[in-house]
């Protein structure tokens, strides 16, 4: 489980160099729940492979599921079949929320979507709530870091300025006392790093595991440089 030490940095990563003394984590095992974002849809790995060179003692649990939605998610741990590897767990990432919005968009269009964006997202932070909940009635002691959604679209496109209004608004349904929010925003701004107009590619999955560590970090937390 988690381990402190008080005063240690990550020596991999100089962005995270502060003269603050931080709460220093070793992290055993790590629960990555999800959609295919979390899954790594369409890569070796996603996330995992980056979370893997920082924590290289760690074991990493990816239980994302392509296509799943917040009422997916939620059906899916109501059953308890994923408590064993949530019990053990020191940091869980999650990230869920797109295919919600996704399925609006597919159901009623661009204005279906704004009718029925006020009923998605009160569902949307329900099922957020009892997600957290069931997820810290598995393991009271698990870091819980939640991506926020990126807008992948490209400003050319006729919706950009739709879509990321529609963003910022979703993204405040997210996160509450004790959840740590990973703001993933930067990746929209950078066009290389996209395998298909939602997915990240190696390099979007580098990002944003750049972007975790370097919220752990402002959140008070050091990581420590673990030796292969």
């Given at each position: 489980m988690i381990k402190?030490?008080?005063?240690?940095?990550?020596?991999?990563?100089?962005?995270?160099a502060s003269k603050k003394t931080k709460t220093t984590l070793t992290i055993e095992n790590i629960?990555?729940?999800?959609?295919?974002?979390?899954?790594?849809?369409?890569?070796?790995?996603g996330i995992a492979n980056y979370?893997?060179?920082?924590?290289?003692?760690?074991?990493?649990?990816?239980?994302?599921?392509?296509?799943?939605?917040?009422?997916?998610l939620v059906q899916k741990m109501r059953t308890g079949s994923w408590n064993q590897p949530l019990v053990?767990?020191?940091?869980?990432?999650?990230?869920?929320?797109?295919n919600d919005l996704l399925r609006g968009f597919r159901d009623g269009g661009a204005t279906g979507?704004?009718?029925?964006?006020?009923?998605?997202?009160?569902?949307?932070?329900?099922?957020?709530?009892e997600i957290y909940s069931l997820l810290r009635s598995a393991n009271a002691d698990v870091i819980i870091v939640q991506n926020n959604l990126y807008n992948s679209m490209k400003k050319e496109e006729q919706y950009f300025g739709f879509t990321n209004l529609?963003?910022?608004?979703?993204?405040?349904?997210?996160?509450?006392?004790g959840v740590i929010v990973s703001?993933?925003?930067?990746?929209?701004?950078?066009?290389?790093?996209?395998?298909d107009s939602i997915h990240p590619n190696?390099?979007?999955?580098?990002?944003?595991?750049?972007?975790?560590?370097?919220?752990?970090?402002?959140?008070?937390?050091?990581?420590?440089a673990e030796k292969k």
């Open positions: 402190f030490r008080s005063g240690a940095l990550f020596e991999r990563a100089p962005f995270l629960v990555i729940l999800g959609d295919s974002v979390a899954y790594g849809y369409g890569t070796k790995g979370l893997k060179e920082t924590f290289p003692s760690s074991r990493i649990t990816n239980l994302g599921i392509n296509g799943l939605t917040s009422s997916g053990k767990a020191d940091l869980v990432l999650l990230n869920i929320g797109g979507l704004i009718r029925q964006f006020a009923i998605l997202k009160r569902t949307y932070r329900q099922n957020l709530l529609l963003f910022r608004l979703w993204n405040t349904a997210i996160g509450e006392k703001k993933t925003n930067a990746m929209g701004k950078n066009p290389s790093i996209w395998l190696d390099e979007g999955y580098k990002l944003m595991h750049e972007l975790l560590i370097n919220t752990l970090s402002t959140t008070g937390f050091a990581i420590h």
